[in-house]
């Protein structure tokens, strides 16, 4: 691989995919490749989390006892923990010309949290403009995978979203697809059915087309 790290300063990427996608697998061999280059530094974060009121946040909507919370709390939670990470974390990395790769951010929203209570996916991204102040990944990484084969990864017990039906899970795949057909510039779907090796390379080719 060519040095591609130098290109990368300011740059914020973002891994998304439904569960088991292998989403913090593939940020972490990036950040490694990246910065075994040697070119620019890497802020690796996730969302929801990173932050200490984000990581509390990420506890209250991922607790399987919070049965009662409403549909528009959800959504506004993850957009509360996002817009700290950005103030704390994204925006002055990415200020310092740090690469920032990020675990989900809003195109997680717009994929599990649309049409609930009827959240409209305009609803959604106005939210997301007061919570980033309209700062957006320069290029989403879609794994992609069949809802089963998801769920089927996931090892521990499963989270209060993880414990939602199938077909729920079918719908999310089903939003974060449409999402990257409707914006071929800022997203490149990987088929996340093969080893990470595999995802990697793919991952790296993607980047190497906007370092350019
Ligand atoms: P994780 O799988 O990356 O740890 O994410 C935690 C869970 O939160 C996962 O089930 C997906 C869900 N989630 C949403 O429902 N909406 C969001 O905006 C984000 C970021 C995550």
Known sequence: MSA??????GKFIVFDGTEG???STQARLLRDAILKEGTVEVALVRDPGTTRLGERIRQIVLDPENAEM???CEMLLYMAARAQMMAETIAPALQSGNLVICDRFVSSTLAYQLGGDGLTADEIRRVAQVATRGIAPDLTLLLDLPAQQS???VGREKDRIEQRPMEYHEQ???NYLAQAAADPAHFRVIDAMREPEAIHADALKALTEIAR
């Open 4 to 9: 591609i790290g130098a290109n990368l300063r």
């Open 151 to 153: 769920l089927a990864r």
């Open 70 to 72: 409403a549909m528009r």
């Open 21 to 23: 996608s292998g989403k």
């Open 172 to 174: 999310v795949r089903k």
